[in-house]
């Protein structure tokens, strides 16, 4: 029995499909039209609701895209939808702001745009974030073609400017949603919607139903749906097994469970730098970044996934599991085709073990200065994650080329470069050739020029939408030359900076 809480309202649904997601059903059987549907893929943010949640016994929100949210994932949960924002005859404080700041104008996008700005009232911003960083980051999501924006954040803007919403009827009546949503019981399945409570349970239910595809976060699984109208009448949910989400550290590895969001990963992963922050906030918007899972990005084996390059190119470890037990092997070896990995249909993806630094080259013992970043003073000798995403929008867009680089260089001369490329093969890869030839050598214009060369062996790219082959391995060559010049001292810069 399906059993959450809709707006203000506990709803039990014993019969609905495996598969339905939650704007199917706000649009069809419950007749909740606010919620818009415009590209079904996640893409445009117009069904956007907010579902509330326990977490420590305190309610927390966060917005999604209900086109790609499974409706059986939101059992024990709160789904609240624009219908519900109103208190009575007065309108929330963030449709309020829309009206005064004249933030609609043909209207299709607004009901999406106050739920975000209504999660945006919900939400504190994450450290050292400015209020407009803020904003664009909530309303990344969301597309209007129409207002050109402005009056939108500045509806954003009186929204936060003013108290109230903090003190809206979600506030008031806290405690008894709290209560509410406490007394619902686990339920493990329903109509072919399973639920396992425990990793143990998990695996017995991946053998029994090899074909049942897991749910995690759903953006990627939910698109079998919704663009390729495939049907699953058994779906193995595992957002709500706790053994699955975690981030912990000690002082070798990090270690991730699959079910570990893009939004945990952003504060979890702070320290590893900048550069890994910043692509974590271009993974999706935050709809998408609030659902999607570490281990869906593994497991979907997207050639143009964004983790999958950071991981390899810091040597990441992936943990599958099954009921005869576990093993572990290189990520970089887990990916063998398109869209292939070496998964067997009764495993689970169970842990992503990713050691905090590169080990020392033996050739030479030089000490690190961990996490130093373009911007802050350039050290002679350091070892640094460096991240490039590269895509047609900054915010909301899949990789045409995200490269990682894992450096250790002293002086001029690098000592160890261990890489991860999406886009640039059918799976996510290494350069093996490009390592090889600038370990031990000095930065100049020639090793550029051979790097360049040494791309076409490990790399092979096609041509597609977002590139074409030859842009892709230009593309590759120039951000090994903007690594030499983001992480280089002065002396570097001067030699190779000018071709920029
Ligand atoms: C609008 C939009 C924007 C996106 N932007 C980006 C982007 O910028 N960068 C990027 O890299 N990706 C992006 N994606 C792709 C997607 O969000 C990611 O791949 C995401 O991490 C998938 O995780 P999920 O939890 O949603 O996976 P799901 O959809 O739940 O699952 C994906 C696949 O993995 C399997 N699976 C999930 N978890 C496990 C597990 N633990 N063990 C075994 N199998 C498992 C599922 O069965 C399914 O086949 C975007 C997607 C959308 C819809
Ligand atoms: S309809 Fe476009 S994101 Fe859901
Ligand atoms: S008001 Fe028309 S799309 Fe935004």
Not at 252 to 272: E, F, K, N, R
Not at 446 to 453: E, H, M, R, S
């Amino acid at each position: 029995m399906l059993r959450f809480l809709l707006n203000d309202s506990i709803v039990n649904e014993p019969g609905v499909d495996a598969d339905l997601t939650v704007l199917e059903y706000l649009r069809g059987p419950r007749n909740l039209c606010g919620t818009k549907e415009g590209c079904a893929s996640g893409d445009c943010g117009a069904c956007t609701a907010v579902v509330g949640w326990l977490e420590s016994g305190q309610l927390r929100y966060k917005s999604i895209n209900t086109c790609i949210t499974l409706l059986g994932s939101l059992h024990g949960q709160q789904l609240i939808t624009v219908e519900h924002l109103q208190d009575g005859e007065t309108l929330h404080p963030a449709q309020e702001a829309m009206v005064n700041c004249h933030g609609s104008q043909c209207g299709f996008c607004t009901p999406g745009f106050v739920m975000s700005l209504f999660a945006l009232t919900r939400n504190p911003p994450e450290p050292a974030t400015d209020r407009k960083a803020h904003i664009e980051r909530y309303l990344g999501g969301n597309l209007c073609r129409c207002t050109g924006y402005r009056p939108i954040i500045d509806a954003a803007n009186q929204v936060l400017d003013t108290a109230a919403p903090t003190r809206d009827k979600f506030e008031r009546n806290a405690q008894e949603t709290i209560n509410r949503l406490s007394e619902i019981e686990p339920a493990s399945e329903g109509n072919g919607f399973y639920r396992p409570r425990n990793v143990d349970e998990l695996c017995t239910l991946r053998a029994r139903y090899p074909d049942a595809p897991i749910l995690a976060g759903g953006t990627d699984l939910s698109l079998e749906m919704t663009q390729r109208l495939k049907r699953f009448d058994k779906v193995i949910c595992i957002q709500q097994i706790a053994d699955l989400t975690y981030l912990t550290s000690d002082k070798d590895h990090h270690y991730i469970g699959p079910c570990c969001t893009i939004a945990d990963l952003v504060h979890g992963l702070q320290y590893l730098g900048r550069d890994l922050v910043n692509l974590l906030h271009r993974f999706g918007a935050t709809q998408v970044r609030n659902q999607a899972t570490v281990g869906g990005s593994i497991a979907n084996a997207s050639p143009i996934g964004d983790l999958a390059p950071v991981f390899i190119s810091m040597g990441a470890t992936v943990v599958l599991q099954s009921i005869d037990g576990k093993r572990s092997l290189p990520l970089e070896d887990f990916f063998v085709g398109y869209r292939q990995t070496q998964l067997l249909n009764n495993e689970i993806v169970r842990e992503i073990i990713v050691p905090r630094s590169l080990p020392v080259a033996k050739s030479r013992s030089s000490p690190t200065s961990e996490g130093s970043e373009a911007g802050s003073p350039i050290a002679d000798t350091l070892s640094v994650l460096k991240v490039y995403k590269v895509s047609k929008r900054i915010d909301d867009d899949i990789s045409t080329i995200c490269a990682s680089f894992y450096l250790q260089r002293q002086g001029d001369r690098i000592e160890t470069l261990r890489t991860g490329f999406g886009g640039m093969a059918a799976v996510p890869k290494r350069a093996h050739a490009l390592e090889k030839l600038v370990c031990g050598k000095v930065i100049d214009n020639a090793l550029i020029a051979k790097a360049g060369a040494v791309l076409a062996e490990d790399f092979q790219p096609i041509s597609d939408a977002r590139a074409s082959a030859a842009y892709r391995l230009q593309l590759a060559e120039n951000l090994f030359r903007r690594l030499c010049i983001e992480t280089g001292p002065e002396s570097i810069v001067s030699r190779v900076g000018e071709h920029v």
